[in-house]
């Protein structure tokens, strides 16, 4: 490691400013504080030292989302080998797409009780996206750094991780690239880069496929990785309900919503719990983002009263909803404690919500801003049907309010102050 080292400080004065190759310098510094610490440190007593930097909060948020990323490429082979198994036994032939050549020439059969099986295809389908999202992403980010003479922040680790784990395991590749471009350029690099995006890039990029390509980004035909095959998810099941069962304004059993493919499996609330349903990659395991939430939560990444705001806001809305009857819409009788396992609202509450940038600062504003990410989750799910997904929605939109959530929270406490010391 010396070596390499020692090669660094080589090159460091031709890329230093005043250098040759100045320009290059946003690409040297990226590299050498990936392998080192940072060669500058704090001088002087008038300085707040911390253990924590960008750097380190990056790492932990990645960290944090691990247990999630595993489980979603178990589940999306998982999903994709049922859904195979059962065309089989219903006697239609499958016809495999490249995912499933490769699994097969490395050994792998179709199991969808085989652990290794099952994540060794979600693996064939989730590391292309991934990677398409980390390259073009990150020399997106490299351009705009270049360019603007400043550092390359670790940011971008948690939104090339963020983004392919909120989009369906067919999503077409191209569109990963068109997503994550628009994303970086339109979200964060044209307000100033890190630190400066008032909207959650990640899910820019996804609220931008979303609205320009629908159709593989929704339905019933994106969430299994099996050709030939459809499955919608448990929240576009529920969207989809007839209104009244035996004379009730409730959704049938609402306990276990029914696989499409009629194979007597119900989705019950503890699948939806752990995860073992359709969706996007990495938004079905409630659990698994309560795992997460406790990490971000115990070091001090993400903030309780965000997350704790959106399930108030779920809860009440929700509850408030129950009371009204509709022979028209189903979800208006989804209780609460299903709004929060299905579609992505666990993901979206842990992980997207508490993205310290763009979500409040203030610690009132942060339950004001938690609460109304809530509340037009549900509005949205429950009062426009064609949106069964609602939390992308609400966070932007919680987004774009919360400057102005924090600005009401200072006045108040500027009138207050004021006011106490009138006398």
């Avoid at 080292?5 to 400013?17: E, F, G, I, Q, S």
């Avoid at 989302?65 to 999306?76: D, E, K, Q, Y």
């Avoid at 752990?274 to 971000?296: D, N, P, Y």
């Amino acid at each position: 490691m010396k070596a390499l080292r020692d090669a660094l400080d080589k090159v460091h004065p031709l890329v230093a400013k005043g250098g040759p190759l100045a320009f290059a310098y946003p690409m040297y510094e990226a590299l050498d504080t990936f392998l080192y610490t940072p060669g500058e440190i704090t001088h002087g007593t008038t300085h707040v030292r911390d253990g924590i930097d960008l750097k380190r909060m990056m790492i932990t948020v990645v960290f944090a989302l691990i247990p999630v990323t595993l489980f979603g490429m178990w589940n999306t082979g998982y999903q994709a080998n049922t859904a195979i198994q059962s065309m089989k036994d219903a006697g239609i032939d499958h016809d495999g797409d490249w995912h499933h050549d490769i699994h097969h020439m490395i050994g792998f059969e179709n199991d969808p009780g085989s652990i290794a099986d099952n994540f060794t295809l979600g693996l064939l389908h989730f590391l292309p996206i991934y990677i398409v999202c980390m390259f073009v992403g990150g020399h997106v980010e490299a351009v705009f750094s270049v360019l603007r003479g400043h550092e390359i922040n670790e940011g971008f680790l948690v939104t090339g991780l963020l983004f392919p784990l909120t989009l369906p395991a067919t999503i077409p590749l191209w569109q990963v690239a068109i997503g994550i471009t628009f994303g970086v350029v339109v979200a964060k690099e044209v307000f100033g880069g890190t630190g400066r995006n008032f909207l959650n890039v990640a899910l820019t990029s996804r609220a931008f496929l979303y609205f320009a390509y629908a159709g593989q980004i929704s339905g019933d035909k994106v969430w299994t990785a099996a050709d030939g095959f459809s499955g919608a998810t448990a929240l576009g099941q529920m969207a989809g309900a007839p209104a009244v069962a035996e004379g009730n304004p409730a959704i049938a059993s609402l306990s276990t919503i029914e696989y499409v493919w009629g194979q007597g499996e119900p989705i019950t609330w503890m699948n939806a719990f752990l995860g073992t349903i359709q969706g996007c990659i990495g938004e079905t395991s409630a659990l698994l983002c309560f795992v997460g939430a406790v990490i971000l939560i115990a070091t001090g990444i993400g903030s309780w009263k965000i997350m704790a705001g959106v399930i108030g806001g779920v809860v009440v809305t929700a509850s408030l909803l129950n009371g009204i009857a509709s022979d028209t819409n189903a979800m208006l009788a989804v209780p609460f404690y299903w709004h929060l396992v299905i579609g992505g609202l666990a993901f979206g509450l842990v992980f997207m919500a508490t993205d310290p940038v763009s979500a409040s600062m203030t610690e009132t504003g942060k339950w004001i801003y938690g609460f109304l990410i809530g509340f037009m989750t549900i509005l949205i799910r429950c009062i426009n049907p064609a949106f069964p997904e609602g939390i992308m929605l609400a966070i932007l939109f919680g987004n774009v309010f919360a400057p102005l959530i924090d600005w009401f929270v200072v006045q108040a406490n500027v009138r207050r102050r004021v006011a106490r010391y009138a006398a």
